[in-house]
Nanobody, 115 residues
Framework: QVQLMESGGGKVQAGESLRLSCAAYGRWSSTAAMGWYRQAPGQQRELVAVIITNGPTNYGDSVKGRFTISRGDVENTIYLQMNSLKPEDTAVYYC?????????WGPGTQVTVSS
């Protein structure tokens, strides 16, 4: 059983910053990728940023240059530094871990940006 725990969401004003954290617990064979997705009300879940193991880091077009994904010192921990937040960044942010043919999701953390 794999569990992902997110933290760091909250309410901020436009232009401010937040940092999200995600830690993975449990047992799995190998981590192919870890990343962040988000879903706003009435919209589909979309990629925010992903770190591919031994591969590139990818970002969604809407967050390039503002958000940075990074690995923590503790294995299977990732962060999302979000700068220059905009109201359109308001969404539930989900941590994701991909293991070979399986993927796991955290429960999500709400980020609300007011203008």
């Amino acid at each position: 059983q794999v569990q992902l725990m997110e933290s760091g969401g909250g309410k901020v004003q436009a232009g401010e910053s937040l940092r999200l954290s995600c830690a993975a617990y449990g047992r799995w064979s190998s981590t192919a990728a870890m990343g962040w997705y988000r879903q706003a009300p009435g919209q589909q879940r979309e990629l925010v940023a992903v770190i591919i193991t031994n591969g590139p880091t990818n970002y969604g077009d809407s967050v390039k240059g503002r958000f940075t994904i990074s690995r923590g010192d503790v294995e299977n921990t990732i962060y999302l530094q979000m700068n220059s937040l905009k109201p359109e960044d308001t969404a539930v942010y989900y941590c994701n871990l991909v293991e070979d043919t399986r993927e796991y999701w955290g429960p999500g953390t709400q980020v609300t940006v007011s203008s």
